[in-house]
Structures are given as C-alpha cells and as structure tokens.
C-alpha cells in the first residue's frame, strides 16, 4: 500500500531524501523549486512513512498531507471573461494545487448568455479526460438553475458546482453543490471565502473516494505511478520543457508528448513482462496531439483478453 505525502523544505540536504524515495521503492510524482525552498510530492510505501518523516524532520522540512495528489482537476467557467468570475476560479484551482491536485482552468467557446450559452461535443470531451470537474457559475439563482440543467448534465466525471445563491431542483446535474460564492471582484483572502474553498476541497475529495472505492474494487492492472517511473526513461519526455510533463491520473496518466510522433514506441515499452499497449488504452488528448492519454486496463479486463486469446 503506497501512500503519498509532501516534503515542504529547503533544498539544504534534499539529494538525501531523493536517495530514500528511490532505496524504499518510492516514486517522485512532483516537484518544484522556488529559490532555495523545495516542495516534492512523493509515493512511497506505507510501512517507509516513519523513516521518511524522520528524514524530513532531520533536514529540516516538514510532511503535509495531499488528500489530492495524483489527480488532474478541471476548473470550468462560462468563460474566462471578468464578467463570470475570473477571481474565484484561480483561486479555487490554486487552493486544489495546494492540496496536491495538478490543476487546469478553462472556459467554454460559447458560455456566455442565459439563452444563448452551450457547451459543445468537443468541450464536453476535454473535459471528460479530468478525474473531476469544478464548474463555477454566477450570481443569479433562474441563470444558475437553467444553465447548470444546460451544461453540466452533459459532463461524465464527478462535477461539483460552485455558484452564489442555493440552487433548487438541479441535485441530478452534479456530485455535489457549494454555493455562497458567486462573483467576486477580489481574491478570496477573509476567513468566511477560506472556510469556503475548504469546502471545495472536501467536496472533491468525497466524490473522488467514491471513484477510488469504485477502482480499489477491480484495481488497475498496474499502479499508474510504476508507469510514470517507466516513462522518466523516455528522452522525450526527459527533453520536454513544458510543466509537469507527466501528469497522473487515478485510473492512468496524460504524457505531453505528441501521440503521432510517439504513440509507438510507448505502446512497445514492457511492464511486467507485457506491452504497455496490451494493458493500457493509449489515445491522443481532445485538446491537441501535443499529449497522449492513458488509461490503464483493470485486472479483470487484462484475464478477460487473456482467455479470448488462449482461444484462439
């Protein structure tokens, strides 16, 4: 059973803690310098935890929970427009990333109008790659209403609505509601807007408990961050200059690397013995062919495909 965990230091020392996660097993999911401060984000064993705090505590840093590390959220509004909140948005995708989650903020092409506002196939795709889903509306309770029936009843991934005033009749369109936000023309700074973005965060961590139950049922055939640690080996990636290169999701992982050019030789790196191709759906993201997705195979699909073949 891994757990994952945060370093919060200095960078004094911290090749010692690098060497740790590697002898018991562990694996890097992130990692970000800031002038001499270090924050790193990490898998390791839970029968190691101890030892890895003592070497926390020794070098001088400290360990924080990440109740939402391994997960990509998508933070949605009508559009990134002043008009529909820009300010709460970043500072929801903000407060996520404290709490481990890799983030990403997006509008829609047409969110704009009561009457005239859609989301379309293509927006509804992107947006279904995300282990989750905040979509923010505004302040006017009949907009929030129609518009929440409107667009998010067309998402497939645990959504939580973030609006100003309680909503009524729209409990089937999400996983959950937080409202007492709304539009806001500065950051979220008061106590009342901090114990709301908390609010946030646990909503997220409970409708995603329920997705990790779901998978802890019938596992995925191999732990998405062994993949990670299989894909660091890639020059690619290795060469690639964007954040975060490597992104994991629960149930697979998004590489930013162009599927055309690389899909192959991905396809053929081995894992146990197997392809990764064999265990794993690779396909190119909806947004562009500059990432590809991957979306490991359960156990029980793996056995299943076996047994096709042996008929043959």
């Known amino acids: 059973m891994y757990e994952v965990i945060m370093y919060d230091g200095g960078i004094y020392r911290s090749d010692e803690l690098f060497e740790l996660i590697e002898d018991v097993g562990g694996v890097v999911l992130m990692k970000n310098r800031s ?13 190691d935890r101890p030892l890895v705090e003592a ?13 939402l590390a391994g997960t990509e959220i998508a933070v949605v509004g009508p559009t990134l427009g002043r008009h ?9 995708a903000e407060y996520l990333r404290r709490c481990g989650a890799i983030t990403v903020v997006m509008g829609l092409a047409r969110g704009r109008g009561k009457l005239t506002s859609q989301i379309n196939l293509q927006e509804t795709s992107i947006i279904d790659e995300y282990d989750a889903c ?12 129609t518009k929440a029936d409107l667009l998010l009843s067309k998402i497939n991934i645990p959504t939580v609505l973030v609006c100003g005033p309680k909503p009524e009749g729209i409990e089937h ?12 023309a500065s950051r979220m700074r008061e106590p009342a807007d901090r114990q709301k973005l908390e609010e946030v965060s646990d909503r997220i961590e409970e409708i995603l408990a329920d997705k990790k139950k779901a998978l802890e049922e019938d596992p995925p055939f191999v732990h998405p961050s062994e993949i990670k640690s299989l894909l660091e080996n890639y020059e690619p990636i290795n060469m690639c200059l964007r954040p975060a290169p490597i992104v994991m999701h629960l149930d697979g992982l998004r590489a930013k690397i162009s ?7 991905v396809e053929n790196m081995m894992v146990y013995g197997r392809r990764l191709g064999d265990v794993c759906t690779i396909a190119p993201s ?3 062919d500059s990432s590809m997705l991957i979306r490991i195979k359960t156990r029980s699909q793996v056995e299943y495909e076996d047994s096709l073949k042996a008929k043959q």
């Open 35 to 47: 002038s001499q401060m270090l924050t790193v984000t990490m898998s390791t064993p839970s029968e």
């Open 55 to 67: 070497l926390c505590k020794d070098i001088g840093g400290q360990v924080k929970e990440v109740p």
């Open 84 to 92: 529909h909140m820009p300010h709460p948005i970043c500072d929801i």
């Open 134 to 145: 905040v979509f923010m509306l505004g302040n006017f309770k009949s907009c929030v209403e």
């Open 173 to 184: 369109t999400c996983d959950a509601i937080v409202y007492g936000v709304g539009r806001k």
């Open 259 to 265: 599927y055309e050019e690389h899909h192959e030789a």
């Open 286 to 288: 909806k947004i562009n």
